[in-house]
T-cell receptor
Framework: GAVVSQHPSRVICKSGTSVKIECRSLDFQATTMFWYRQFPKQSLMLMAT?????????EQGVEKDKFLINHASLTLSTLTVTSAHPEDSSFYIC???????????FGPGTRLTVL | GESVGLHLPTLSVQEGDNSIINCAYSNSASDYFIWYKQESGKGPQFIIDIRSNMDKRQGQRVTVLLNKTVKHLSLQIAATQPGDSAVYFCAENRGNTGKLIFGQGTTLQVKP
């Protein structure tokens, strides 16, 4: 099946710093990638939809200037959490899909801890 | 607001028994539904999906039932095993945006 990777799997940073998370589709071209955030014991909440070569579409309540998304190629999307604060600590998960196929393939997630 | 929700937060079953996890959705325009399994510290894993033009779909040990009349989705796991212990989410796909709306999740605990 299609494989999606994320890097890093875990990151700890100081408050005020920026953190970049990578999402890669390893064996298919991802025309669309999605970024989710998941707090402990909660469900996945969609943050933004990213189409290759265009600006990301953010969900209501998600600050686009704080969560910078870049989808520069068909196999890579990045999420940068700028000026991170402890409340940004969460599990960030990406997913990718190809063309008109409904199925999304999920990455393993990145655990962000902001001290 | 519109949402996809689950009736029970935790389900505890004996190994070997069948499990049934339920989900309610509110958007009648949704045309594709997916069940995911998520183990601790990992991303969601696809289990089975169903399109709105179907009411039942079977996989290996799993069956998904869709009742569009009452906007209800269920996941049945036959002969539940300890390895099935995880959190299960239903997700709803709305139109051609590809966006998935996730339910709150049900924790399945399998007792040996």
């Amino acid at each position: 099946g299609a494989v999606v990777s994320q890097h890093p799997s875990r990151v700890i940073c100081k408050s005020g710093t920026s953190v970049k998370i990578e999402c890669r589709s390893l064996d298919f071209q991802a025309t669309t990638m999605f970024w989710y955030r998941q707090f402990p014991k909660q469900s996945l909440m969609l943050m933004a939809t990213s189409n290759e070569g265009s600006k990301a579409t953010y969900e209501q309540g998600v600050e686009k200037d704080k969560f910078l998304i870049n989808h520069a190629s068909l196999t890579l999307s990045t999420l940068t959490v700028t000026s991170a604060h402890p409340e940004d600590s969460s599990f960030y998960i990406c997913s990718a899909r190809s063309g008109g196929i409904n199925e999304q393939f999920f990455g393993p997630g990145t655990r962000l801890t902001v001290l | 607001g519109e949402s996809v929700g689950l009736h029970l937060p935790t389900l505890s079953v004996q190994e070997g028994d069948n499990s049934i996890i339920n989900c309610a959705y509110s958007n009648s325009a949704s045309d594709y539904f997916i069940w995911y399994k998520q183990e601790s510290g990992k991303g969601p894993q696809f289990i089975i999906d169903i399109r709105s033009n179907m009411d039942k779909r079977q996989g290996q040990r799993v069956t998904v039932l869709l009742n569009k009349t009452v906007k209800h989705l269920s996941l049945q796991i036959a002969a539940t095993q300890p390895g099935d212990s995880a959190v299960y989410f239903c997700a709803e796909n709305r139109g051609n945006t590809g966006k998935l709306i996730f339910g709150q999740g049900t924790t399945l605990q399998v007792k040996p």
